[in-house]
């Protein structure tokens, strides 16, 4: 089945049987470009769930519900971000698998976007279920047009404009709001021509995981984690964002100014007039207290704040112009405790004043790594 509207010069095509893209072709003119999509989507429902031992939680005995279907008429709908269709599916396990009565129910949703990327696709999950659902996740093959592609992914462990062919092996990208501070764009160029494609990873409410391998020459993978979970009993309906596709991009020496607008659509943007002294910052990520990684190493080069006082002349011989204190660790780490209390989260605050002048006399400016995403206190989620 096609989707397509006079708004937009790209289309749409979906396996009529069970709701899954399988391409999206962009005309322009003389110009015509098609891009053969293969998705498959996995749903983790019920099982327990017990305190995993390197943090977080691990799920045990959970359904896998693979088995799509599509279950109902397409509705569409219009909004001023631009037009979506909803193609409501089922999801069930794979017959003869445990659990194989859980029935799961939703909604593709694909977007044509008047602003930012081309499309979208997502999935719209009705609530009042009796499902616990613990993972979505979602794998999709990209079969771009028979020739040579060079892949870009800002931030990752790809350098700008590596041979797709050599990327044998899946590299993690990092989505927005993820760790590493990248954005989860993948951004193809072709050998020839003019029209690239850009693949972005675009959650902005869940932090997904992300993997990226690149096939052959011209096709690659991109499986997503969302990390959405939810006892569905209890919500009344809940959206995630797969990834935005867009056929009509820049080769990579034009795409950031492209990319830029796209962020902005999304209101994500950097300050307007950033300081001058941001530009040749050389930044030293310090910590105070201990982490133990592998459950056996300890990290502890700055047990208190007087340590890395002590150390501040050793900074400033290196070169750093900026110290960037975390949280203290083993807690409040990355929970959320209590923003007025600096003793707990950085270290008693006669010492972090004591920090900030010694550091301001060496010509060394501190920034507070302070915690916004987090809402947990002594807890695992």
Known sequence: MRIDHVESLHQIEYD?????????????????????????????????????????????????????RRSGDVSSYESPSGLAWHVPVEL???????????????????????????ISVGLHVPGGQPLVVRNVRVEVTLALAKQH?????????VGSLTPLEQ??????????????????????????????VALWVDDDVEVPEIAFSGLSSNTASCAITSNFSADLSGTQSNDLQFFSLDLSVPRWSSFPETFDGWLRSRG?????????????????????????FAEVHRYSPYPEVTDLI??????????????????????????VHDYW??????????????????????????ILDVLLHGVLDQESI
């Open 310 to 335: 002590a150390d501040l002349d050793r900074i400033a011989a290196l070169g750093f112009t900026v110290i960037q204190l975390m949280p203290r660790q083993p807690y409040p780490s990355y929970n």
């Open 341 to 366: 209390d600096v003793d707990t989260s950085y270290g008693p605050i006669d010492l972090i004043k004591k920090l900030v002048s010694e550091s301001h006399r060496r010509g060394i400016r501190v």
């Open 167 to 196: 990327v044998t092996k899946p590299i993690g990208v990092s989505p927005l709001g993820g760790l590493r501070g990248a954005s989860g764009l993948i951004h193809f160029s072709p050998a020839t021509g003019d029209e690239a």
């Open 268 to 292: 994500l943007t950097s300050p307007g007039q950033p300081p001058d002294w941001v530009l040749g910052a050389m930044i030293f990520e310090a910590q105070i207290g201990f982490s133990v």
């Open 149 to 157: 592609w060079r892949v870009t992914s800002p931030g990752n462990g």
């Open 16 to 68: 009529e049987a069970i709701g899954l893209p399988v391409s999206v072709t962009y005309r322009s003119g003389d110009i015509s470009q098609t891009v053969e999509l293969s998705m498959t989507l996995r749903v983790d429902v019920g099982g327990t769930e017990e305190r995993s031992p390197t943090g977080g939680l691990a799920y045990i005995g959970t359904s896998v519900l693979t088995d799509a």
């Open 92 to 118: 069930r396990a794979a017959p003869g698998t445990a659990h194989s009565t859980d029935v799961f129910s939703a909604a593709l949703v694909y977007r044509m976007n008047r602003s930012g990327p081309a």
